[in-house]
């Protein structure tokens, strides 16, 4: 296990060589912080890795995958704070972490003002956090969540098992293609981003971070210090990156695009386009748009909400009551799962409206037998189980974290709106204070510790890190 | 189709008795020498006249016996005609409400909602405040016979474990659930007229003390003054009150085991003390709150920390201070607490301690599952384990209450209201509490200051809370109306 985030902790040194390399090419003085950064998050890295060496592949007990899942995002976020600490911008070490588990955890919520005039060493570092980040939770999906039957991912488990012969190391195979994949989409992003007429940095950026559904951007205006096209072209990035990620392994069979067989896909495209459209008939009728300037907006900042990413267009706040609380209600849908999306996900809506179906029709025929199909597999009664235990605790932990921000003197529309934001890793709230104009900035420190942990409790889907503090866990 | 004969028949029924109760507002009225007197007399005419014909139209050569759908169809359909019923008099008073704001009323009252957009009540004639009262009064005793008969039969969220808890006093269903039912409706007139004579010790006069019994016992809220229970400033009066909702708030088995001298059954009771632990937590918090920001004094911040949790949480509605206006901290904690409610079998709202009792045990097995792969678990409630379908119907009631809540906040949303009253608002009308926060919709300031849209669906709200959202949805499922 601790030879596992030793692992992750040189990807992540490999990482910050990047930002390195950027600030040689443009002289603007951050290169040290960087540097020394890398070399002590190598060393550890290195030294987890020969302290803890195994033979052969490392075979995971329950309790171990759980540690390792709990510990390897917390010690990366950690390390990645670091270069955020020391560099020009000398972040308080709350301000180093918060901005480091938003960017990890693709979250999206910043600290930071004047990222215009923010050097480019820290805006690559920032972009690159979420997209490792992404590719993190990618992975994680793939290869952990499933193992530890985490709010009723073993059904992709069975998924993915009919591809995999022999275990292990086909699930490797199938996440160097998933991130090749994820590269490659990237690479295209950006190039296209460019081509909308951004500078190659800023497309780069935007691609990393909108691919992985993180939402840090390069301007405190977010997308609404561009055009039009690289609007378009980030919606894209976005629908992309809260897709199934395993379905662009294969998207095209003998029978058709299997990539469209997803009803996962299908809800989450028609969601998207219903709140789009009803939030367009608001800003037409209310707010004195026009239809098309309206379409463009609310579709842009549905798909932002609604993938968790966290980009803005515009101050959407500011277009009153029902696009408010419709936004507040997107935070709680999210993406696919498998996906760099978080929220609780359409998956586990689908398999609640189902079950819903059904406890109606056995109301009426109490002896009825219905079973309850997920793209053609049926879900057993664990799955169904844990996906309605998971939706509970996702908003007990709401509820909880909500009234300690606002405990923290946070206002009840920021404390619940941002409850809502962290835990789905979406990134901005409601509210003057942490909405879309504002900034997490303004917050007390012990409300961006609460942030901060409420972002990674949302990122591994809460299990992971509550069962640490069960006594349960701990004893033999 | 089913044969719908029957129901019509209980309707009308329902109808028949709505109707005997409005000529107590007439007499009230006409004692007073009130011209009101003629318009409850002319309602309670015409409903009768509705509800007998319905009745006779729709007699049975048998004695009564009801399909599940039969019920179903009861619930529903019985509560909107008892509403649009009881709207008539709303409608023809000398107050001159709109037929939107009358049966917005109306809907309040029967439901023991509390959202009112009378305003002036301090000089409102006293018919109409009797009728609003009797209303809540009566719609808190519609909430028990839903809480013990109707719910546990049809399986409306997790109640059928309650099924289980009647039948201990059950040889033969029927005849003894009828008598069940019978002593706890006899029990909560008791507590009304215990209620009225200490809120009169206190210092109420008769009228209003009577008024105030029956509208807290009910966890219902409508108040005879626009300051609400903080106009007479009276710690006495606030105490009793406090005492009646969380009476009306507590299961209500648990008097007829405390009646029958059953103590360890009674003191058995968790859902109890999960109510009674999650009323002093968040009294203290919000006491503490008061104490720190608004300066009050410890006592009184107690007091009134207490009272406003508990009015919030049993969905009654009263305030001493106006809570519509905090912010913050408190103003959290009491949305949180307005979905949370009282007791399952009281007359409160919400979604009900045992529900919580439930999610929690199952989650607690859930988690030790993730570490145990093979354990076998059985959560347990009241030390007996949760049957599969109950912890299945309990959460899938969550979901559709969350669900329920989002689009109605979204919806009053598109009409024009704001972030915190629309969601305040939707909370308070489905948890059938009633005000909610800030200007608009506070307890406070009524009702009346909304726009038409907002109110019919705060009304369809407050019914679909009280029909446990269930009972109205099986209705749209299509082989509900095939034989």
């Excluded at chain 2, 005849?175 to 109420?204: D, E, F, H, Q």
Aim: proline share 4%.
């Amino acid at each position: 296990m601790l030879f596992i985030d030793g692992f992750l902790l040189l990807i992540l040194a490999i990482a910050m060589g990047l930002p390195v390399a950027v600030d040689m090419t443009c002289q603007e003085g951050e290169w040290p912080a960087f540097f020394f950064s890398m070399a002590f998050t190598a060393f550890v890295g290195m030294a987890l890795i020969f302290g803890n060496q195994l033979d052969g592949w490392p075979v995971l007990r329950t309790r171990q995958a759980f540690l390792l899942t709990a510990t390897s995002w917390l010690l990366v976020a950690l390390f990645a704070a670091l270069p955020l600490h020391y560099c020009s911008l000398r972040l308080s070490v709350t301000d180093g972490v918060f901005e480091s588990v938003s960017g990890i955890t693709t979250t999206g919520a910043t600290v930071l003002r004047g990222l215009d005039h923010t050097s480019r060493a820290i805006l690559i570092w920032r972009a690159m956090l979420q997209w490792l980040g992404g590719a993190g939770i990618i992975v994680t999906a793939l290869t952990l969540l499933p193992v530890l039957r985490i709010g009723g991912m073993q059904l992709f488990r069975l998924e993915n098992s009919d591809k995999l012969d022999s275990g292990q190391p086909r699930v490797s195979y199938l996440a160097w293609k998933l991130l090749t994949i994820y590269a490659l989409l990237t690479t295209i992003l950006a190039v296209t981003l460019t081509l909308a007429g951004m500078t190659p940095l800023e497309a780069l950026c935007h691609a990393m971070s909108s691919l992985s559904t993180g939402g840090f951007s390069t301007s405190d205006q977010s997308l609404g210090h561009f055009g039009e096209a690289a609007r378009w072209i980030c919606v894209l990035g976005m629908v992309l990156g809260s897709l199934t990620f395993s379905r662009y392994v294969q998207p095209w069979r003998r029978d058709g695009w299997a990539l469209f067989e997803d009803s996962q896909l299908r809800w989450f495209l028609i969601c998207a386009a219903v709140f789009s459209l009803l939030i367009t008939f608001w800003n037409w009728a209310v707010g004195d748009m026009g239809v098309y300037e309206a379409f463009s907006h609310s579709a842009f900042n549905v798909v932002s909400i609604l993938s968790t990413t966290g980009f803005h267009s515009i101050d959407y706040d500011a277009w009153g009551g029902f696009a408010q609380i419709t936004f507040f209600v997107l935070a709680f849908i999210g993406g696919c799962t498998g996906s760099a999306a978080g929220g609780i996900k359409i998956f586990r809506y689908e398999v609640l409206f189902a079950m819903t179906a059904v406890h109606i029709r056995r109301l009426i025929h109490p002896h009825g037998v219905f079973p309850i199909d997920f793209n053609r597999i049926q879900v057993s009664e664990p799955v169904l189980r844990s996906v309605l235990g998971f939706v509970m605790l996702y908003f007990i932990c709401l509820a909880t974290l909500g009234s300690l921000l606002t405990l923290c003197g946070l206002d009840a529309i920021s404390g619940l709106s941002g409850a809502a934001s962290a835990l789905g890793n979406v990134g901005p709230g409601l509210g003057r204070l942490i909405g879309p104009s504002g900034s997490y900035h303004e917050i007390s420190d012990p409300a961006k510790w609460l942030f901060a942990g409420g972002m990674l409790l949302g990122r591994l889907e809460l299990a992971p890190l509550l069962i640490l503090s069960s006594r349960l866990f701990w004893r033999g | 189709m089913f044969d719908l004969r029957p129901v019509l028949f209980c309707v009308g029924w329902l109808v028949s008795v709505l109707a005997a109760a409005m000529c107590l507002p007439a007499v009230v009225d006409a004692a007073h020498g009130d011209a009101d007197w003629l318009v409850f007399a002319g309602s309670a005419s015409v409903t009768l006249f509705i509800g007998q014909t319905l009745a006779a139209a729709n007699r049975l050569g048998r004695p009564l016996a009801l399909s599940v759908r039969q019920i179903f169809m009861l619930a529903a359909g019985g509560w909107l005609a008892v509403s649009a019923a009881a709207a008539l008099p709303f409608a023809f008073s000398a107050q001159h409400l709109s037929a939107t704001d009358a049966f917005f009323e109306a809907v309040a009252g029967v439901t023991a909602t509390g959202a009112s957009v009378l305003r002036g009540l301090d000089h409102a004639p006293p018919g109409l405040l009797l009728w609003r009262a009797l209303l809540q009064w009566l719609g808190g005793m519609g909430g028990l016979v839903m809480g013990f008969l109707v719910l546990p039969t049809l399986n409306i969220g997790g109640m059928q474990i309650f099924r289980l808890e009647t039948a201990q006093f059950v040889d033969r269903v029927m005849p003894r659930l009828a008598k069940v039912m019978g002593s706890i409706l006899a029990l909560y007139l008791a507590m009304t007229v215990l209620l009225t004579l200490l809120l009169w010790a206190a210092g109420m006069s008769r009228f209003p003390a009577l008024l105030h019994a029956m509208t807290t016992i009910s966890c219902g809220g409508f108040s005879t003054s626009d300051g609400s229970i903080g106009h007479w400033r009276s710690p006495a009066v606030d105490w009793v009150i406090l005492l009646g909702m969380v009476l009306g708030g507590a299961p209500f088995i648990l008097y007829l085991q405390l009646a029958q001298r059953r103590w360890r059954a009674a003191l058995r009771n968790t859902q109890l003390r999960w109510y009674v632990v999650t009323m002093l937590v968040s009294a203290v918090l919000i006491g503490f709150w008061l104490y720190a920001e608004k300066d009050v004094k410890p006592l009184p911040a107690l007091r009134h920390g207490l009272f406003t949790a508990v009015s919030v949480m049993t969905g009654t509605g009263f305030a001493t201070l106006d809570w519509g206006g905090w912010t913050g901290f408190p103003m959290a904690v009491l949305l949180f607490l307005s979905f949370i409610g009282g007791c399952a079998g009281s007359t409160s709202g919400g979604v009900k301690l045992f529900r919580l009792q439930i999610l929690y045990a199952t989650a607690q097995a859930q988690m030790v599952r993730l570490l145990m792969p093979n354990a076998v678990l059985l959560p347990q409630y009241e030390r007996r384990p949760i049957p599969e379908a109950v912890a299945e119907s309990v959460l899938g009631f969550l979901f559709v209450y969350s669900l329920s809540f989002a689009m109605l906040a979204m919806a009053l949303g598109m009409v024009g209201l704001d972030f915190v009253s629309a969601i305040s608002a939707a909370a308070g009308a489905l948890a059938n509490l009633g005000p909610g926060f800030g200007p608009a919709v506070g307890p406070l300031s009524g009702f009346g200051g909304l726009p038409d849209g907002a109110k019919w669906l705060l009304a369809a709200g407050m019914l679909l809370g009280r029909l446990e959202i269930f009972v109205v949805l099986a209705l749209f499922y299509r082989g509900f109306w095939r034989p």
